[in-house]
């Protein structure tokens, strides 16, 4: 049986994963926590054999953990991932958004002391490129300056359509819902 503590934010997710792995024969959740300053002593009392953690609840507390963590990280924001390994700690790191299979295949895979390791995220984590076209990033930035889509289209000699393709697709690109969003992301992530 694999013990297994949850150390994720938001009740929800954090639930939802818990019935997933609940329906698993070799997987028992041990504890479920939605805190950071939490996890020390939920890894102390349940002793599970695996945390899955997401990384904005440990990112500055990595270190104080004693077990294999399989770090669920947003793509997005997954800059400084690097501090949740150190020599002699088992980490696996998946993105935030993968079927729950995938995390039932990385606990049981962390068990064993295998490598979990998502390509794309260790490419986001190590500040690859942006995703962005250079004209994808040029309405981009116009748009964060406040501009409208007429003025932006004026300013590219873009139609006002391509103008909304261009931000349909930055949105996409960015997981974002709304512009703001999407400037935000990708100022965070470096993009602009």
Not at 73 to 90: C, E, H, M, N, S
Request: net charge positive.
């Amino acid at each position: 049986m694999i013990r297994t503590l949850l150390a994720l934010d938001g009740a929800l997710v954090r639930g939802a994963l818990s019935l997933v792995l609940a329906a698993e024969e070799d997987i028992h959740v041990v504890a479920e926590v939605g805190r950071g300053d939490a996890v020390g002593q939920a890894v102390r009392v349940g002793r599970p054999d695996v945390a899955v953690v997401d990384f904005e609840l440990i990112a500055g507390d990595a270190a104080a953990h004693r077990c294999p963590l399989l770090v669920l990280a947003d793509p997005r924001r997954a800059r400084g991932l690097y501090r949740v390994f150190f020599p002699g700690r088992t980490v696996g790191i998946l993105a935030s958004d993968v079927a729950p299979h995938r995390v039932v295949d990385g606990i049981r895979r962390l068990a064993r002391r295998e490598s979990v390791v998502d390509a794309e995220l260790v490419l986001a984590a190590l500040g690859a490129d942006s995703p962005l076209t250079e004209r994808e990033t040029e309405v981009l930035r116009l748009t964060a300056a406040g501009a409208p889509v007429a003025e932006v289209a004026g300013s590219l000699r873009l139609s006002h359509g391509t103008v909304r393709n261009h931000l349909g697709r930055i949105a996409r690109k960015t997981g974002a819902r709304t512009r703001v969003e999407a400037v935000r992301v990708a100022r965070e992530s470096g993009w602009i």
